[in-house]
């Protein structure tokens, strides 16, 4: 077990959607969520040196990052709404974000209807008991 776990990233993927479209969006959510935050000093980003300065430093969070997967596209609206009444910091990617240019995802994901949303993932970050609770019906991906 990890030592350093108070706090942690949790990623809830869509198992059904096909991977290259599932990575992208897993490379999408965390980046955003990133933007979300008050502070970069609660994900506590650290600088990984490299030997003799062969590159520059790697930038990693102290915390983990967990992914998991859901059942069904229900259990990660869920998650989503869940997220949204706890007040939890969080970043989702749906089906609406994908089309031809940035302004046509934004235009689709602000006319969709929610119960229309395919969810690809939602991803978490704060307190590790407090998203335990949303999150440990989920397996690990």
Known sequence: MYENNESKFVAVLNPKIETPK???????????????????????FLQYQFKANWSAPTSLSF?????????????????HQAANEKGILHNVFTDSMLADSAMTQMEQTKTTNPEELTYFGVVLF????????????????
Do not use: C, W
Request: glycine share 6%.
């Open 63 to 79: 915390y983990p990052f967990i992914i998991l997967k859901a059942k069904n596209n229900n259990q990660l609206k869920t998650l």
């Open 126 to 141: 704060g307190n590790s008991e407090q998203l335990a609770t949303l999150t440990r019906k989920f397996s690990l991906f």
């Open 22 to 44: 599932l990575m992208n969006a897993l490379g999408h959510i965390p980046a955003g969520l990133v933007s979300k935050t008050d502070s970069l000093d609660q994900m506590k």
